[in-house]
Nanobody, 124 residues
Framework: QVQLVESGGGLVQAGGSLRLSCAAS????????MGWFRQAPGKEREFVAA????????YYADSVKGRFTISRDNAEKMVWLQMNSLKPEDTAIYYC?????????????????WGQGTQVTVSS
């Protein structure tokens, strides 16, 4: 079992930055891939970023590539999403999730545990 708790969301102006944190518990955390997803009101949950179990590989949705960075520290059992050059269309609830395959996956169905989410609002 993996438990995940997100934090760091808030209200920022377009062009600003936020860093989201995901604190994990579980003895096998370092074996899991990790992902960030987001969901805006009235829209489906969508993939944002993923990181391999080792932290050696990352993958991003085209909409955030070059602006967002996912990272992890397995010793601290932490995952972060650094969000720069934020746009109003980035407004959503952001979730971290664990992938038992340990790889880079974009499909929601491949993730087993989810955090409660943290709200990010970007004003224009």
């Amino acid at each position: 079992q993996v438990q995940l708790v997100e934090s760091g969301g808030g209200l920022v102006q377009a062009g600003g930055s936020l860093r989201l944190s995901c604190a994990a518990s579980g003895r096998r955390f370092s074996s899991y891939g990790m992902g960030w997803f987001r969901q805006a009101p009235g829209k489906e949950r969508e993939f944002v970023a993923a990181i391999r179990w080792s932290g050696g590989s990352t993958y991003y949705a085209d909409s955030v590539k070059g602006r967002f960075t996912i990272s992890r520290d397995n010793a601290e059992k932490m995952v972060w999403l650094q969000m720069n050059s934020l746009k109003p269309e980035d407004t959503a609830i952001y979730y971290c999730a664990s992938d038992p395959s340990g790889g880079l996956n974009v499909l929601i169905s491949l993730y087993d545990y989810w955090g409660q989410g943290t709200q990010v609002t970007v004003s224009s």
